[in-house]
């Protein structure tokens, strides 16, 4: 067994090479710095890529939603069933368009939307559903569709998803993606909306950008936003989408040698992936059961930190977080969900890692154990 690293082991540091510092020069040198060509063409190899027929850029995945959610006119007096496992964002976007989320209990396998108790949350306020895909793993969307309400769906983590043999970009009403920082595509900052409704499409084309007319006239004709993406960062996401696969298979590699390393500590288990599905293997979310494991999932994080690796939390359940809790004071336990945020913890992942820095991890992870377990 190896000992305690000499360098910090970084959680999701993204993977950026001479080819993205190349494509960036090279867009600052055509003195496109807003949206441009490189947005459009980002587009166009998203669409395909997604197999949906229209894909919007915008400057984020928050953004990405809260349009989404606009152009299907939700809005003031009207509810949004979500998950509570999830980034804030989530549930801001629905706050910002003046509705109520509701939030909605998880699976104990995925954390991903519970599909039997979303009938139960529906009422005659109910506008739209927003589940999400943790870690990559699609949540189940057929029995969410058969309720006939519009659906967009939080896919910041699920680029490379399929739901059963489907991309993920054309299944629902809108489907949102981050090119944040540590996503599949890094752009550093910056959102999708993959759509096959023209409307939806138009809806949020019209949002993104208040429309700049021949420079003397110009109309606004509907809500108006600052939501797009530039094409420096356009020029970014387009490298990082050619080293898609590569990428996926490091990472592919890196799950095979954390089901590997952890499969023997008991009280450590991997969030469930389903095999009839294409997990995107954006995280690698391990639950700590303190019983079993013999000390808690903050012990844990502690520990792990003293072996100098990094570790995240995906994550706290949002209607617990304060601002919530203090907007939703009746809001009902999510004792799933609950339980889960006390329990979730992200290990290392990232193509810029090798796998001598993953098995780092994995030895550390087991000294750790062997320290607390009973
Ligand atoms: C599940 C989830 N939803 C939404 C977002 C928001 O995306 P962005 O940071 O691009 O606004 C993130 C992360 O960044 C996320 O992890």
């Not at 023997?264 to 494991?293: F, M, N, Q, S």
């Amino acid at each position: 067994m190896r000992t305690r690293r000499s360098t910090p082991l970084g959680f999701q540091p993204p993977a950026i090479g001479e080819e993205e510092v190349e494509a960036v020069a090279e867009t600052l040198r055509s003195g496109w710095l807003t949206t441009g060509p490189r947005a459009a063409l980002l587009e166009d190899r998203m669409a395909e890529y997604l197999e949906a027929r229209h894909v919007l850029a915008v400057s984020s995945g928050t953004a990405a939603m809260h349009l989404a959610l606009l152009a299907l006119d939700v809005g003031p007096g009207d509810e949004v069933i979500t998950s509570p496992i999830t980034w804030p964002a989530t549930g801001n976007v629905i706050e910002h368009t003046g509705a109520t989320p509701v939030f909605c209990d998880v699976r104990d396998d995925d954390l991903n939307l519970d599909p039997a108790l979303v009938p139960g949350l529906v009422t005659e306020r109910t506008k739209a559903i927003l589940p999400v895909h943790l870690a990559g793993q699609p949540c189940d969307l057929d029995p969410i569709h058969a309720l006939g309400l519009p659906v967009v769906d939080d896919a910041a983590h699920a680029l490379e998803s399929r739901y059963r043999d489907r991309k993920l970009g054309g299944l629902s009403d809108a489907t949102c993606f981050s090119l944040y920082a540590t996503k599949n595509v890094a752009a550093g900052e910056g959102g999708l909306v993959a759509t096959s409704r023209d409307d939806v499409a138009e809806a949020v084309r019209a949002m993104r950008l208040t429309r700049r007319g021949d420079g003397s006239r110009y109309d606004q004709t509907t809500w108006g936003f600052k939501a797009n993406l530039s094409d420096v960062l356009a020029a970014i996401a387009l490298v990082q989408l050619d080293k898609l696969d590569l990428h996926a298979q490091i990472r592919a590699r890196q799950f095979a040698l954390y089901d590997e390393g952890t499969a023997g500590l008991d009280g450590i288990e991997p969030l469930a992936r389903d095999p009839r599905d294409t997990h995107a293997l954006h995280l690698y979310v391990v639950r700590i059961d303190a019983e079993r494991a013999g000390a808690t999932r903050d012990d844990y994080q502690r520990a792990l930190a003293e072996e100098r690796i990094a570790t995240s939390i995906h994550f706290l359940p949002v209607h617990r977080l304060t601002w919530f809790r203090e907007r939703y004071p009746s809001q009902p336990a999510l004792p799933v969900a609950e339980r889960a945020g006390e329990q979730v913890l992200s290990l290392p992942l990232s193509p810029a890692h090798s796998d001598d820095d993953i098995a780092d991890a994995i030895d550390a992870l087991g000294r750790v154990h062997a320290r607390f377990a009973p």
